[in-house]
C-alpha cells in the first residue's frame, strides 16, 4: 500500500529539472599594490652565533667531545 504523502514530494520546488547555467561575465582583477617590505632586523642572542645562527660550539668540561654531559663517577 503507498503512502498518499510520497506523492507530494514531486510538486514540491526544486525536484524540477536544472535550467542550464549560464556563465558570469568575467571582471578584470583589480589593481595590486605594492606594499612596502618590512625591513629585517637580526636579534641579538643570548649565546655567540656562527654564520648559520647556531650556537658557537665551546668545549666544556661538563660535556664529552660530542657535546653529551659527562656523568660524574661515585
Known amino acids: 500500500m503507498r503512502d498518499k504523502k510520497d506523492n507530494a514530494t514531486i510538486d514540491l ?3 524540477a529539472p536544472a535550467a542550464p547555467m549560464e556563465p558570469e561575465p568575467k571582471r578584470p582583477p583589480p589593481p595590486r599594490v ?3 617590505a618590512m625591513k629585517q632586523v637580526q636579534l ?3 649565546e655567540e652565533t656562527d654564520t648559520t645562527g ?3 660550539w ?3 668540561d661538563d660535556l ?3 657535546g653529551l654531559p659527562v656523568w660524574k663517577k661515585d
Do not use: Q, S
Open 34 to 36: 605594492r606594499r612596502a
Open 58 to 60: 665551546k668545549r666544556g
Open 13 to 15: 520546488p526544486g525536484f
Open 64 to 66: 664529552d667531545l660530542t
Open 54 to 56: 647556531l650556537p658557537v
Open 44 to 46: 641579538e642572542l643570548l
